[in-house]
């Protein structure tokens, strides 16, 4: 199975403040990935696909990056209602695989 | 708009079976593959199983292998899961999910989830 590694596992950060995660996978993935936002109580919701598109709708604020086994996932300008946990999540193989999660909260 | 609804959840005695439903609406279930995939605290997201449109490529996790079925039925546009032989670490949110195009996309669009609490 591919392991997919996020961090950090948590994040603070202040409103207005650019936030990266990170997400390797274990093994070259190429863009096969998903990017997926859960709010408390909430299901997952889907942002990006292969990598670095943006499902429509979503605030241009939100991006992805990368191929291969290293991906990034980036909020430009911190908005409160991005507080939030994220996945990331391969689909170049089965069993899908995602990642543990990245809790971001606000300072 | 793309909803899926599950439905079926509930508390069962290890052993027992229960069965999900996902009500498909919006789309035409049809041209897309369907997935399940479950949330639990110990486990976290994990994918548990994989339709193809015409039905002809299913797939498992491991996990569930031999004790999980998945089915659906296109003119009713719904999805299902059979689930026997619980256990307790079968515990979980079950999604429904639809991929975002007809091919292979890992699971895009989720219902809000139905709980399955394996517990005697």
């Known amino acids: 199975d591919i392991q997919m590694t996020q961090s950090p596992s948590s994040l603070s950060a202040s409103v207005g403040d650019r936030v990266t995660i990170t997400c390797q996978a274990s093994q070259d993935i190429t863009n096969y990935l998903n990017w997926f936002q859960q709010k408390p109580g909430e299901a997952p919701k889907f942002l990006i696909y292969d990598a670095s598109n943006l499902e429509t709708g979503v605030p241009s604020r939100f991006s992805g990056n990368g191929s291969g086994t290293d991906f990034t996932f980036t909020i430009s300008s911190l908005q409160p209602e991005d507080i939030a946990t994220y996945y990331c999540?391969?689909?170049?193989?089965?069993?899908?695989?995602f990642g543990q999660g990245t809790k971001l909260e606000v300072k | 708009e793309v909803q899926v609804v599950e439905s079926g959840g509930g508390l069962v005695k290890p052993g027992g079976s229960l069965r999900l439903s996902c009500a498909a609406s919006g789309f035409n279930i049809s041209t897309f593959i369907m997935n399940w995939v479950r949330q639990s605290p110990g486990r976290g997201l994990e994918w548990v199983s994989s339709?193809?449109?015409?039905?002809?490529?299913?797939y498992y996790a491991d996990s569930v292998k031999g004790r999980f079925t998945i089915s659906r039925d296109n003119a009713k546009n719904s999805l299902y899961l059979q689930m026997d032989s619980l256990r307790a670490e079968d515990t979980a949110v079950y999604y429904c999910?639809?991929?975002?195009?007809?091919?292979?996309?890992?699971?895009?669009?989720w219902g809000q989830g139905t709980l399955v609490t394996v517990s005697s």
């Open positions: 999540q391969q689909y170049d193989d089965l069993p899908y695989t």
């Open positions: 999910a639809r991929d975002l195009t007809s091919g292979w996309d890992g699971g895009n669009y």
């Open positions: 339709i193809s449109d015409n039905s002809h490529h299913i």
